[in-house]
């Protein structure tokens, strides 16, 4: 397990305010028993923000024919929609809301070409309600295989969220399973499919990115 490059800019800077706090907790409660609950509490902070950075190693196991999922988390929504954004047709919409409990990082479902990335301003409803995808902060990123085929995969920030890092650019080439980008605590991703495509994951079911087959093409 490593930290992500977002960790390494972030993590010190939340020390440095955790040291500063602790100092300020020492001295004016250290006389008191909640002094104990505080500096317990902050030490608990410290970890949890260390590992909400943690990028677990993983084996990836490409294959053309399969999508694999974008990210970890929990699968809240599958169904056929109007995708408006790109394709303007109707899709398969499979989306992943990961606490900020779940590793953050974003992987490639396909491999191939990226097409379209398109960053879009906007709310910050909870990522695990419906109405997010189209309303809230976004980012689209369309991926182009070898045979033709288009999967969009879109990152939404949520109530917590506040950075979306997408880290290719059009005309950029990568691997299925590798990153192409990040979501600072707590959000979602969805993926929007071709029509006929055997989505091979549930409601609830809790997928890790890069090794869950979300679906065969």
Known sequence: MTIHKEGKL???IAFFFLAVLDAIIYILLKQFMIFYFMMAAS???AGLIVFFFRIPNRKIDRNENLVLAPADGKVVVIKEVFEKEYFKDNRIQVSIFMSPLNVHQNRAPVGGEITYINHIRGAYYPAFV?????LNERCSTVFKMKNGTEVLSRQIAGTVARRICTYVNPGDKIEQGNEYGFIRFGSRVDLFLPIGTKINV????????GQTIIATL
């Open 10 to 12: 972030i993590i010190p």
């Open 43 to 45: 030490l608990i902070m």
């Open 130 to 134: 419906e109405k997010s995808s189209e």
């Open 202 to 209: 549930e409601l609830d079911e809790k997928p890790v990115g």
